[in-house]
Nanobody, 115 residues
Framework: QVQLVESGGELVQPGGSLRLSCSAS????????MAWYRQAPGKERDLVAT???????KYADSVKGRFTVSRDSAENTMYLQMDSLRPEDTAVYYC?????????WGQGTQVTVSS
């Protein structure tokens, strides 16, 4: 069973940047369309960005121009570079395949944007 581990979240001021990482226990990134999701308190889990096996990327309108997805398949890791962060980006961030998900959810990583 593949395990997904998200990391890199922390408290950051508005306008700041963070880079999140998603590590997989084996190489899954070439064989799946992967996604970053986020879940704010009291809200449903939303799709943030996707990246196909060949590297085609899409973003939610709310993060377009501010967030960048990339991956290092040699390291079995996917990244989410987040710039110009806003308070409304505060959420727990998760990675997985696109829906329907193939793997169990990781624990997520908390991003808090606040002054």
């Amino acid at each position: 069973q593949v395990q997904l581990v998200e990391s890199g979240g922390e408290l950051v001021q508005p306008g700041g940047s963070l880079r999140l990482s998603c590590s997989a226990s084996r190489n899954i990134f070439f064989y799946n369309t992967m996604a970053w999701y986020r879940q704010a308190p009291g809200k449903e889990r939303d799709l943030v960005a996707t990246i196909t096996g060949r590297g085609d990327i899409k973003y939610a309108d709310s993060v377009k121009g501010r967030f960048t997805v990339s991956r290092d398949s040699a390291e079995n890791t996917m990244y989410l570079q987040m710039d110009s962060l806003r308070p409304e980006d505060t959420a727990v961030y998760y990675c997985n395949t696109v829906m329907p998900i193939k793997y169990s959810w990781g624990q997520g990583t908390q991003v808090t944007v606040s002054s």
